[in-house]
């Protein structure tokens, strides 16, 4: 009767096993590492986002800068054609000045066309990637959420089998039970094996007829190849 219970006891703890290793690796370890890189696409966000409002605020520099180059340029030529210089001299000398403010509008106006092309380029680099985290966070999110459940409901079958544990326990032989727990420490949790049409179910090795005799007789035997203790079926 206590062998018959034994036997229930090692299937319990093999089931609490599989359970175990459910509950600390597939579910939470992946969750993690995702919720990593999920935290880390939202960091680099963040970088390129201030990246972006480092390059507005430089084409808004910019916009200003050309706006004052603009204003001079018109001041210079109010001054060339507004009949106040005669002087060819003095005209000369204002008509190499409107080229070089000239020249330089030109160059800050491409540089600001360029700059106003990168900024609309990130703009819309961020919104794709906003909006694919957006969808990934929430697609975690609800995963997140089933792993919880899952991860509960394990919980809850972890503790039902350790209850379920404990009072077979208390209904075996106290002997019995220290002798499979040595057991135990020497083979793992599998320290019992089924007696299966004449051979050893942990090992597979053909059993003397006599072993079937004792075990009726509600002999302890040991399988004398692997060492587990040995249970009629
Ligand atoms: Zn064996």
Not at 54 to 63: A, E, F, N, P
Not at 74 to 83: D, I, K, P, R, V
Not at 121 to 136: F, G, R
Not at 176 to 195: C, D, F, M, N
């Amino acid at each position: 009767m206590s062998l018959a219970q034994l036997w229930q006891l090692q299937q319990l703890e093999l089931d609490r096993e599989k359970e175990q290793k459910q509950l600390d690796r597939q579910l939470i370890k992946a969750l993690t590492k995702e919720k990593e890189a999920l935290l880390a696409r939202q960091e680099e966000l963040k970088r390129e986002k201030a990246e972006w409002e480092k390059t507005v605020k430089q084409s808004k520099r910019l916009r200003q800068e050309i706006a004052a180059i603009e204003a001079k340029k018109q001041a210079l030529e109010q001054e060339l054609y507004g009949g106040r210089v005669v002087n060819p001299k003095e005209l000369g000398h204002l008509e190499d000045q409107w080229q070089n403010v000239e020249a330089k509008l030109n160059t800050l106006l491409e540089d600001y066309l360029n700059l106003e092309e990168k900024v609309a380029t990130m703009e819309n680099c961020l919104q794709v990637k906003h909006d694919q985290l957006v969808k990934d966070m929430d697609s975690y999110n609800q995963k997140a959420r089933q792993v919880k459940e899952k991860w509960q409901e394990g919980k809850v079958r972890l503790q039902t089998l350790i209850s379920h544990m404990e009072e077979l326990e208390a209904q075996i032989d106290p002997s019995l039970l220290q002798q499979y727990r040595r057991l135990q420490e020497q083979l793992g949790t599998v320290a019992l094996a089924k007696v299966q049409g004449g051979n050893c179910g942990g090992c597979g090795i053909q059993l003397p007829s006599m072993f079937r005799q004792q075990l009726k007789q509600g002999k302890l035997i040991k399988c004398e190849n692997c060492g587990r203790l040995l249970v009629n079926s």
